[in-house]
């Protein structure tokens, strides 16, 4: 059928995609080469040299009408009556040429969305099955933006444009996910293979830059975005990305952790400060301390816009490479330190990580431990970071503070949720000065060891001072601490104080103690117990009725007197439903004869 130079154009499909399309204009030129020097046989049956190379002059400017067609069957039709090709030359276009210049997808070509395309192509399959295409123009478009996916496709591309196809023209692309989602130009498909010499080409030939080029042009090298800046792209348009929360170029590249292209970019105009700060922002988040030196090389990085919440997102990010960085690149600014707005939640944050080394960095730059009522040290206990606790107390962290809701210190909240008894002995030893509210609220401690270690401390005091030894009594008996009130005793403290206010304390406590403790402690204070009044044991019992019913019968069992209003306390025992009560003071005298305060409970 051909010899010479055409046999050479080995067009089997073992050969890859792009390199059967780079053949197309290869072998039409090798056509017309050999016809006018008379090495090819494809149309030797004209007698006359200028008729055989007008035949062939015809032919290949025929050849896009030809790629056109949708299947064999449209180029036997046009090559039959519009052509008057052969037989055999139809079949040396059909198969070298066509056939075997495309593969059959692995799946049907997806169907444009209606944002892209108001109809869906037909798609329209040969016999053979090695062909798949859009019908109409659709296929030639998707051979010319494939084609632009590899250097070998660069002899495909010239063809086409070369005559007359539009380098802007949209066809379906196939082999990537990304790209064959919707029709793409070639520019695009060069851009996202960083085929630089194709885009080039493309560039020359007045393709159009637009956003979905300039997004698939980021590569680490950062040749495409210097070519797209070349050939006038806008590195300060916006864009709306599918794949990232940005929409500057400069802040997809930082997203994207490419310093080159960053670079680049910056170099050609792009805002160092655009989008609020974001490329500062997010390179710091996210660990990028390259692309966060690059930033600062430029005199026109805003630093302001990197606000406070921002350093505490590096923070709770881990990120002391940054932190280390910001400091070095901006030693105007006082990133931390004691006194800055957001000092207590940067030491907070700081245990988030988990890292002990971001925390003590944080103390080290001036961060106070005990800032808010020692509130990271709340945080340490809650989540058991035992070693941050640690720091926290050697960089003066308060164990004494009260919680965030007040009430109870620090110290009693590691006493009661199993804090490690080193981490509790660390406590206690960091201990130096122990206000008056502090000692009155850490009577109140579970823990007699740990209590007793504070009493040691403020022991000069509490004998000169009575009043605070009076209070902290009471503020152990309302948490029914009572070893600890005990040793108060010993050391001075009267129960009968001011009217009694620590034995009322402990018959209205709502916390409940071992009861061999409140028979002891009843039994010590026993000769006390003994010489209240009636009206004072009324008082007593009227409390416990409602709260603490086992003191009541710790003061009956060691001796005290029956108390004054009995019927009173008889009808607040039926409201309560304590039975053993109503037995106990029917015993004193409470007469059951007398049904008033029976009927009134049962009334009410």
Not at 296 to 324: E, M
Not at 353 to 365: I, S
Not at 444 to 473: C, E, H, K, T, Y
């Amino acid at each position: 059928m051909m010899s010479g130079s055409i046999e050479s154009h080995d067009v089997s499909h073992n050969s890859s995609p792009p390199e059967r399309y780079a053949l197309v204009g290869g072998i039409l030129n090798t056509i017309v080469q050999g016809c006018e020097d008379g090495s090819s046989s494809l149309g030797s049956e004209h007698s006359d040299p200028t008729q055989s190379l007008g035949y062939i002059r015809q032919l290949q400017a025929t050849v896009d009408a030809l790629l056109g067609c949708a299947n064999l069957e449209q180029i036997v039709t046009l090559g039959q009556s519009g052509l008057s090709l052969s037989q055999r030359d139809l079949d040396y276009l059909c198969s070298p040429l066509l056939d075997r210049l495309f593969t059959r997808p692995t799946a049907p070509l997806p169907a444009e969305s209606n944002a892209d395309r108001a109809v869906q192509p037909r798609l329209v399959e040969i016999e053979s099955n090695r062909l798949v295409l859009p019908a109409g123009p659709d296929a030639i478009y998707s051979i010319f933006c494939n084609a632009a996916n590899s250097f070998e496709g660069l002899t495909t591309l010239k063809y086409f444009v070369n005559r007359g196809l539009s380098v802007n023209c949209l066809g379906f692309v196939v082999g990537d996910e990304v790209l064959s989602v919707r029709k793409r130009s070639a520019l695009q498909v060069a851009c996202w293979y960083n085929q630089v010499d194709i885009a080039d080409f493309l560039l020359q030939a007045g393709a159009e830059v637009d956003t979905v080029a300039v997004e698939a042009a980021y590569h680490e090298d950062g040749r495409m975005v210097s070519l797209l800046c070349r050939h006038g792209m806008d590195t300060n348009a916006s864009f709306l990305s599918p794949v990232s929360s940005s929409s500057k170029p400069l802040s997809l590249a930082v997203e994207m952790g490419l310093v080159r292209v960053a670079q680049i970019l910056i170099e050609n105009g792009a805002d160092l400060n655009g989008e609020r700060g974001f490329p500062l922002r997010h390179a710091c988040v996210h660990g990028l301390v390259r692309m966060v030196r690059l930033l600062f090389r430029y005199p026109g990085l805003n630093v302001d816009l990197f606000t406070d919440q921002n350093l505490r997102a590096v923070i709770v990010a881990g990120h002391l490479d940054v932190l280390v960085c910001l400091q070095e690149l901006a030693p105007h600014r006082t990133w931390l330190g004691a006194g800055v707005p957001l000092e207590a939640e940067f030491v907070r944050s700081a245990l988030i990580p988990r890292r002990l080394d971001v925390l003590k960095y944080c103390l080290r730059q001036g961060c106070r431990a005990s800032v808010n009522s020692s509130i990271a040290l709340y945080d340490a206990l809650h989540y058991g970071l035992i070693e941050s606790a640690e720091c926290l107390l050697e960089h003066g962290a308060d164990p004494l503070d009260l919680e965030p809701a007040g009430g109870r210190t620090l110290l009693h909240k590691a006493c009661t949720s199993g804090t490690d008894i080193q981490l509790l002995c660390r406590m206690v030893r960091h201990l130096t000065v122990v206000t008056d509210e502090q000692f009155v609220a850490s009577c109140a401690l579970p823990n007699f060891a740990v209590f007793n270690s504070i009493v040691d401390i403020v022991r000069p005091r509490l004998l000169a001072d009575r009043p605070m030894l009076q209070r902290g009594l009471t503020s152990a008996c309302k948490a029914s601490a009572l070893q600890n009130a005990g040793y108060l005793v010993e050391l001075g403290a009267d129960v009968t104080w001011q009217n009694n206010e620590a034995l009322l304390a402990l018959a209205s406590s709502a916390e409940r103690s071992i009861s061999i403790s409140l028979d002891q402690f009843a039994r010590n204070q026993s000769s006390v117990i003994r010489g209240l009044s009636p009206g004072a044991i009324h008082d007593l019992y009227a409390a416990a009725i409602a709260a603490n019913v086992e003191f009541m019968f710790a003061l009956h069992d060691n001796g005290a007197p029956v108390p004054s209003r009995l019927r009173e306390l008889l009808t607040s025992a039926c409201t309560f439903g304590q039975d053993r009560v109503v037995q106990l003071l029917m015993s004193l005298g409470a007469k059951s004869s007398e049904p008033s305060p029976i009927a009134a409970a049962i009334d009410k």
